[in-house]
């Protein structure tokens, strides 16, 4: 069934995910603060900033004003970076229709409140959006979805009509959409992969093998897992889309902006070098810095994450964090798993 429908985030991800809505028939716009950008969706239909030489649907329409774009909206869907998202929330909470769904795509923590995305959602819009949030996760690569790879992602809800409805409005052929209830383990893990993409980075960075490289991604999943389930999620989550799925493409890929963002650093840049080079959010930065004191908050213990702290924000060496990851004291392998899962 054909839905009116917003996507709140003209970046790729955004870019990206109202394309496959718009593929599916629904009537799509898209918001974006910068006029040069909503004018090129317009009027060229493309977006070459976020997504160079892809040609956009001509039926997806953009606009700067928020009031045009949330009128008669059906469905909401916030793509914005974790550090303005409430500031965007706030500002749209005033023109979104009292039956809209609400779901979002983002992969981080607020900075200042360490509170997950759908808890500012809860926070920000009133009591009786408070059942119809949802969050859309999973390994997904912008780049690749707008070419229509085959790409497979889940939707999260407790309300497992609302989890149904937002399903049926993204699935189609090259875009397959699983649901579940675990929203708490969906937005951890979308949010904690980005710090071990970084560690990937930069253990690629130091070449340091594949070796390393499987066991970061299986004791990161195992990090990722030991604070989830701390705050709430449950542990199968982790063996899903958003666990093993996210860890996999973004420790993996070259589209993966954390991982460029780590081996730049391993390469001797400093962190504002990094930053000012990519031009675009890396998610992961704030997240290690907010996971360092979640981590503390929940007595929940994770080298990984300890170590990319100490790299990002006290001028460790990344050889050095390495070494001191090698040289943890004798453990045994299945207590850890337990205390994990």
């Not at 701390?230 to 890929?253: E, F, H, N, Q, R």
């Amino acid at each position: 069934m054909r839905k009116q429908i917003v996507v709140l985030g003209a970046g790729s991800w955004g870019t990206a995910l109202a394309t496959v809505l718009t593929d599916n028939g629904h009537q799509v716009t898209l918001w974006g603060r910068r006029e040069d950008l909503i004018s090129e969706i317009n009027e060229k239909h493309t977006n070459e900033k976020y997504l160079p030489g892809i040609k956009l649907p001509e039926q997806l329409t953009a606009t700067t004003s928020l009031s045009e774009a949330l009128a008669n909206k059906e469905i909401v869907l916030f793509v914005v970076p974790s550090h303005s998202f409430r500031s965007i929330v706030k500002q749209a909470s005033a023109w979104i229709e009292p039956g809209a769904l609400i779901i979002h795509a983002v992969k981080g923590f607020e900075k200042r409140t360490a509170k997950r995305m759908s808890e500012v959602l809860i926070e920000e819009l009133p009591e009786h959006f408070q059942t119809k949030i949802a969050v859309l996760s999973g390994p997904s690569h912008a780049e690749e979805v707008v070419r229509k790879l085959p790409t497979t992602v889940v939707v999260a809800s407790e309300n497992q009509e609302v989890a149904e409805d937002l399903q049926g409005a993204f699935i189609n052929d090259y875009f397959r959409v699983y649901t579940n209830s675990d929203m708490v383990g969906v937005e951890v893990g979308g949010a904690l992969k980005n710090i071990i993409a970084l560690a990937a980075g930069l253990s690629d960075g130091l070449n340091c093998g594949d070796n390393a490289k499987a066991a970061l991604v299986t004791r990161g999943l195992a990090e990722v897992a030991r604070l989830g389930t701390a705050m709430g999620a449950k542990p199968i989550t982790y063996v899903g889309l958003a666990g093993v799925g996210d860890l996999v493409v973004t420790c993996t890929s070259k589209h993966s902006r954390n991982w460029r963002a780590g081996y730049m650093i391993s390469q001797g840049k400093t962190l504002s070098e990094v930053l000012e080079t990519m031009g675009m959010v890396v998610e992961g930065v704030e997240t290690t810095r907010t996971v360092y004191q979640l981590a503390m908050r929940y007595q929940v213990e994770m080298p990984i994450s300890e170590q990319l702290h100490a790299v990002l924000f006290a001028d460790k060496s990344p050889a050095k964090a390495v070494e001191d990851l090698m040289r943890r004291g004798r453990t045994s392998e299945w207590e850890e798993i337990i205390r994990s899962w």
